[in-house]
């Protein structure tokens, strides 16, 4: 093994616990850089700090400083909101008010205020250090979840006092920004049993290249469930999709897909009366990863999930296992950082748990590619 450095619906309750958790133990000093997708130097999405107070239309971007394509919006009761990276100008869109930032070891959480809804975009890159979750470590994929309530619901008032019903859709979407591949690469929308998910991938890519600090090879992926879920996909250009999803909620899919175009995807979550989520997940998969002395490595995980379809299935199944571990994480990182010191305990732990995914971003795990 090399070892290489860079310096369903069924979730719902167990989610909604993990946030509550995550918003009392989560820091909310002032970053820099807020960490979004961070599993690799070649998947490392950060937002800018002085972006924060108006996330609706915040520029996400690549570690180095180029600008990523990444909107995230929500349609409730018919009107839609941005919440992340949408252009102030996009008609027929109302901007959501940003209320906080904060963040734990392997979690940003933005919480927002869109309509009768609250909202918390909750970023995360999980992280297991330990030797026994090697393959789970080198996964190059990073989780989005959106979770959404009926601001009455937490409003503070009698439990008893029944929420506001919300309907509520979810889309969100990248684009060729995401790989230095100059509009090269091909996209594809791709199916498991389980889940759906776009590629971009450049069938004449040069192995082991970049382009300022950017690879310009392998496949971004992007993916969310299908399963049990109420998905769309499209890919066209920004206004169309947009245009699309304000005035149904979904998306047509798109059998012709050209490089240039946004791929997107839309989740329906129906009926709101409490608090319910979607996730999707954003990766870098590079069959070649490296070549170290000569002889081609591939990341460990390939060891275990083979092909693209194994491994985001993986992911989106491991995902209540990841979250639970990545509580109990994150706890142990504040708490033996605070440990330091009575007195700069709490600004030490600040600055440790601002500083796990960016050190465990940096590194990747790789193996002996055996196989063509």
Not at 214 to 237: E, I, P, R, W
Not at 295 to 304: A, C, N, V
Request: charge should be positive; hydrophobic fraction near 40%; proline fraction near 4%.
């Amino acid at each position: 093994m090399a070892f290489r450095s860079f310096i369903g619906m069924g979730w719902v309750p167990f989610i909604a616990v993990l946030l509550q958790i995550s918003l009392i133990n989560a820091a909310s000093v002032s970053l820099p850089s807020y960490p979004l997708a961070v599993k690799n130097p070649y998947l490392s999405t950060w937002l800018p700090g002085n972006q924060i107070s108006n996330l609706a239309t915040a520029q996400p971007q690549f570690w180095a400083g180029q600008n990523l394509t990444w909107p995230i919006l929500a349609r409730i009761n018919g009107k839609t909101y941005s919440l992340l990276g949408v252009p102030g100008s996009a008609s027929g869109i109302t901007a959501a008010r940003s209320l906080s930032a904060s963040y734990s070891a392997t979690h940003t959480l933005f919480q927002l205020a869109a309509g009768p809804a609250a909202i918390t975009l909750d970023f995360f890159s999980p992280v297991f250090p330990g030797r026994a979750d090697y393959a789970r470590q080198s996964v190059p994929l990073s989780y989005l979840t959106v979770s959404v309530t009926s601001r009455k619901n937490q409003s503070g008032k009698k439990r008893s006092r029944r929420a506001q019903p919300l309907r509520v859709e979810i889309l969100t979407a990248i684009d060729q920004t995401w790989t230095a591949q100059n509009g090269a690469a091909n996209l594809v929308y791709s199916t498991t049993s389980n889940s759906g998910f776009f590629t971009f991938q450049n069938p004449k890519e040069a192995l082991f290249t970049e382009n300022n600090d950017m690879a310009s090879y392998g496949t971004v992926l992007f993916a969310t469930q299908t399963k049990g879920f109420n998905a769309s996909n499209a890919c066209d250009t920004p206004a169309n999709i947009f245009k699309r999803f304000t005035q149904s909620g979904a998306l047509l899919s798109t059998q012709t897909c050209k490089g240039s175009d946004l791929a997107a995807l839309s989740q329906d979550l129906g009926t709101v009366t409490g608090t319910s989520n979607v996730t999707f997940a954003v990766g870098f998969d590079r069959t070649n990863a490296i070549n170290y002395l000569g002889k081609t490595q591939t990341g460990y995980y390939r060891s275990k999930w083979a092909t693209i379809p194994r491994v985001i299935d993986f992911f989106f199944g491991d995902y209540s296992s990841a979250a639970a571990y990545s509580w109990s994480f994150d706890n142990t990182v504040r708490s033996r950082a605070e440990a330091v010191s009575d007195d700069f305990g709490e600004q030490y732990a600040d600055i440790i748990e601002a500083s796990v995914r960016q050190t465990f971003g940096a590194f990747e795990l790789t193996v002996c590619r055996t196989h063509s």
